[in-house]
């Protein structure tokens, strides 16, 4: 017990800075939003009075309500996409045996070893010639695209996990393979589609780059490149910065607090195999 108690007290006193250290922009982010513009950087980090004027001023300056469906419709359709194109294709590369199925595989990671900077203009000039540049259509199709093959290889990891006599057992009850897949894989394979929807949710939602490049309507940008448009060349404007930034993470704190049990739950399960 004296160890057990040494350990906890040891742990605990090496991880609080580092929660500290993690949790300071955050808070420092919450704190300047409800400040004043004129104590911003000669103020305490605590303000001494609270204004909530920062938080109108973001929701009407930019347009917010729209930018921030914007982003929600187009996450929501990314996340799912990538989830039907990853579970399919992992429970594939794991369960299934067919012609190349190897080399098909290692073909998909290669998509991995390219930096998307790198991508940007061949992948302008393929939207242009196709006519999807300047909509968000075209700006899905690059990032489920994009996105697809990492999440398959997370969920590979995960139908791997599972032991090959329940999808036997099943085929001998006369199933088919979609049977199979839908009604006894996915049901234990939700840890794994957590993991999966977190880590797509936030790598959508925080996108910029790519955004910011195939879009030029400004009425169809999600909220990332609309809230970079409050940074001046001259001044910034930083408690109507913060508060739309403070807004835009609240999706992003729901979803995870929805799904952290089987995050974590996940992540040690595709951590190892049987």
């Known amino acids: ?9 040891f742990a605990t006193f090496v991880l609080l800075p580092f929660c500290v250290l993690m949790a300071f922009p955050f808070v420092w982010m919450l704190c300047t939003s409800l400040r004043e513009q004129n104590t911003i950087f000669n103020g305490p980090i605590i303000p001494r009075k609270l204004t909530g004027s920062a938080y109108r001023e973001a929701w009407t300056s930019i347009d917010f309500p729209l930018h921030f469906w914007n982003s929600v419709w187009i996450t929501s359709v990314t996340v799912i996409g990538v989830l039907i194109f990853a579970t399919l294709s992992g429970y594939a590369f794991a369960k299934l045996d067919f012609p190349f199925r190897n080399t098909l595989f290692v073909l998909l990671l290669t998509t991995l070893m390219m930096p998307s900077t790198a991508l940007i203009i061949p992948l302008y000039l393929e939207l242009k010639s196709f006519g999807l540049l300047d909509s968000q259509a075209g700006l ?22 599972l032991p090959d006599e329940l999808i036997e057992a099943a085929r001998v009850d006369g199933g088919s393979e979609l049977t199979i897949f839908r009604r006894v894989i996915l049901p234990l394979t939700r840890p794994g589609i957590a993991t999966v ?17 195939v879009l030029r309507s400004t009425d169809a940008l999600p909220l990332q490149p609309v809230l970079f448009t409050l940074m001046g060349q001259y001044s910034t404007n930083w408690p109507a910065l913060t508060a739309g930034l403070t807004l835009s993470v609240v999706p992003v704190v729901i979803v995870y607090v929805r799904m952290q049990r089987q995050f974590v739950a996940g992540m040690m399960l595709g951590a190892v195999k049987n």
Do not use: D
């Not at 017990?1 to 007290?9: D, E, I, N, P």
């Not at 899905?140 to 996990?161: C, D, E, H, N």
């Open 197 to 213: 929807v977190i880590f797509q949710f936030l790598s959508t939602w925080n996108e910029f780059l790519i955004a910011n490049t």
């Open 1 to 9: 017990m004296r160890k057990t108690l040494f350990g906890k007290s």
């Open 140 to 161: 899905l199709v690059l990032y489920i695209s994009g996105s697809a093959p990492f999440a398959m290889f997370l969920m590979r990891a995960f139908f791997q996990t």
